[in-house]
Every structure is written in structure tokens, then in C-alpha cells.
């Protein structure tokens, strides 16, 4: 593939993410990480920082863009010129509701398609809300996520 889009709040970038966005930069030349400005959700960190997170945290990969969006992602995806979406699967629950996504994106633009990438198991149960937790209560994020996001978040706690 060409172009892919791995889409997502991003708030913060944890390793699962950077996991999931080495093994699409593995199948695709392009790999477009799609940062939603999504105004309903109560983020932490503001479109802006999720950005400068994201790019300092994949400044060892190559072929990787970081685009801020809001509006539909299928719509995105193709001024994109994504041929798909990679989404990361944790079980069961992340499975059925990514399922339910893809038949939607399907209905809305047939061209694109949805690669589901289960996670390892040493990121499968990492996300960006335990992410945030844990530093909160002080505990120790290193193995969750780059150093960038650590330092992001003593800032802001």
C-alpha cells in the first residue's frame, strides 16, 4: 500500500501507539497519523501539543506525517489519498466496535479499506486514560510511554 491513516485522539501517545505505528510504516510507504480535533472530547493535551508530542515521539521513523483533521475521516482519507485505515485491536470489545466503524467507512467511501492490527502483549494493555492515571498517582510511565509524554505530563500536573 501506499497510503495509510492511523487515526486517533493521541491524548497522550503512548508506546501502543508508536508500536502500531512501526508496523504500519512496515506496510505502507505513507503513513498519515490522523490527530482528531474532536470539541466534544475533554482532552489533556490540546490539538497543538498532541501534534508536537506525536512528531517528537516518531522522530525515528521514517515515512510518518502527522495531520490534525476534524470532520469525517473517510472524507479526510481521501484528500489523503489513503487506500486504508490501520486500527489497533486490544480484544474482543475494541474488535466489535472497530467492525461496526469499518462497515460504516465502507458505506460511506467502498474504496477504503480497514486493516484491524491486534496488539503485542507488551503493549495490548497500554492506553492513553492508564497513561495519565498511573503518572497522576505517581507511579512510573516509562514502559508506557516515550519520555516526551512524561515530561508533557509533569508540566501539566
Do not use: W
Not at 7 to 24: K, Y
Not at 57 to 81: M, N, R
Not at 126 to 144: A, N, P
Amino acid at each position: 500500500m501506499k497510503t495509510v491513516l492511523l487515526p486517533g485522539s493521541f491524548d497522550p501517545v503512548t508506546n501502543g501507539h508508536l508500536d502500531l505505528l512501526s508496523r504500519a510504516s512496515c506496510i505502507a510507504e505513507r503513513v498519515v497519523v490522523a490527530v482528531a480535533k474532536n470539541d466534544t472530547k475533554n482532552t489533556l493535551f490540546d490539538l497543538q501539543e498532541r501534534c508536537v508530542l506525536l512528531a517528537q515521539a516518531t522522530e525515528h521513523l521514517e515515512g510518518i506525517e502527522i495531520i490534525p483533521f476534524s470532520g469525517l475521516l473517510v472524507d479526510f482519507a481521501k484528500e489523503q489519498g489513503a487506500q486504508a485505515l490501520i486500527r489497533g485491536i486490544r480484544g474482543a470489545t475494541d474488535a466489535d466496535y472497530e467492525i461496526q466503524l469499518s462497515q460504516v467507512n465502507k458505506v460511506l467511501n467502498p474504496q477504503l479499506e480497514t486493516v484491524l492490527l491486534a496488539t503485542t502483549c507488551s503493549t495490548g494493555f497500554i492506553s492513553s486514560t492508564i497513561v495519565k492515571e498511573v503518572f497522576k498517582h505517581g507511579g512510573d510511565i516509562s514502559q508506557l510511554a516515550p519520555t516526551c509524554v512524561q515530561n508533557a505530563l509533569a508540566l501539566k500536573y
